[in-house]
């Protein structure tokens, strides 16, 4: 939800809303709001309460360094660490990049490059570096939630992890490390464009 923008970017934070709305008692809620601070998606004012993290398109250049950095080397390690059952599910991936015909729903395609990043992620065998990664694509993707009705080849976007992909399945990790480059680039390049 607020990944989203459903739950809007400053607005107040209500545990017991949130509760109602999960179907969740308090304690799991306080616990998943607490991961939520320290993950920056939250923050938390002492006799005013907990608020949801603006987001500050300033923080986009910052953003993209560190993922350029931390996803090229995550899709390096994918390539070279990649297990058999870690290629079916790439190979899976692929075909899913190749049925993409004609008009697909934004949340299709979101939905699609979450799992693909996600999935590079995991193939690192690295909790520390999928972790990491993780937080910093929650905080990309809710700069792209905020452009979304702007940006334009969102498929073609999606469509080209499929050479990322590939160069893993290939165990390729200097291709593998340049495609990631490719998309990161171009995933700045496009956001910036349509703010």
């Not at 899709?75 to 790439?90: C, F, G, N, Y």
């Not at 702007?150 to 390729?172: C, N, P, T, W, Y």
């Amino acid at each position: 939800m607020i990944i989203t923008l459903e739950l809007v970017p400053g607005s107040l934070i209500s545990e017991s809303e949130l509760m109602a709305n999960l179907g969740l008692g308090r304690t799991p809620v306080r616990e998943a709001l607490r991961s939520l601070a320290n993950e920056k998606l939250v923050e938390v004012y002492p006799r005013r309460g907990m608020f949801v993290s603006t987001v500050d398109v300033q923080n986009l250049a910052a953003l993209s360094e560190v993922r350029s950095v931390l996803e090229i080397k995550a899709a390096e390690l994918a390539a070279t660490r990649s297990t058999p059952a870690d290629h079916v599910i790439t190979k899976a991936l692929i075909a899913e990049i190749n049925a993409i015909k004609g008009d697909v729903d934004m949340a299709t395609l979101i939905g699609l490059d979450q799992r693909i990043h996600h999935h590079i992620y995991q193939c690192t065998h690295n909790e520390f570096l999928a972790s990491a990664l993780d937080n910093y694509y929650a905080h990309a993707l809710r700069i792209w939630f905020l452009a979304l009705d702007r940006v334009v080849g969102l498929a073609a976007a999606i469509i080209e992890h499929r050479a990322l992909l590939e160069a893993i399945a290939k165990s390729d990790s200097k291709a593998a490390g340049k495609a990631m480059r490719d998309h990161v680039d171009g995933f700045e390049a496009s956001i910036r464009k349509s703010l």
